[in-house]
């Protein structure tokens, strides 16, 4: 069974930055799409960013030049660099692995708060 653990969450004041960390148990990273999503208390889980094997990266509008997403596939691992944080942007942000036809793995969330 591979898990995915995130990291790096936690309190920050507005304008700070954070880097979120996702780390897999196996290799799974290889030629799949990775990203980070996230859910805000009473909203639906949205897309923030995902990357290909490639590096190829889209973001969502919200996030964009704020947040930057990468990946490094010889550690299983992909980053969050999160910028010029607004309170908005308070959620549990998860990691995610596409699998294609099988499916995702999902990691367990972590919280990011954005207050002063």
């Known amino acids: 069974q591979v898990h995915l653990v995130e990291s790096g969450g936690g309190l920050v004041q507005p304008g700070g930055s954070v880097r979120l960390s996702c780390a897999a148990s196996g290799s799974i990273f290889s030629n799949n799409v990775v990203g980070w999503y996230r859910q805000a208390p009473g909203k639906e889980r949205e897309l923030v960013a995902t990357?290909?094997?490639?590096?190829?990266?889209n973001y969502a509008d919200s996030v964009k030049g704020r947040f930057t997403i990468s990946r490094d596939d010889a550690k299983n691992t992909m980053y969050l660099q999160m910028n010029n944080l607004k309170p908005e942007d308070t959620a549990v942000y998860y990691c995610t692995v596409d699998m294609g036809w099988s499916g995702a793995y999902w990691g367990q969330g972590t919280q990011v708060t954005v207050s002063s």
């Open positions: 990357i290909t094997s490639g590096s190829s990266a």
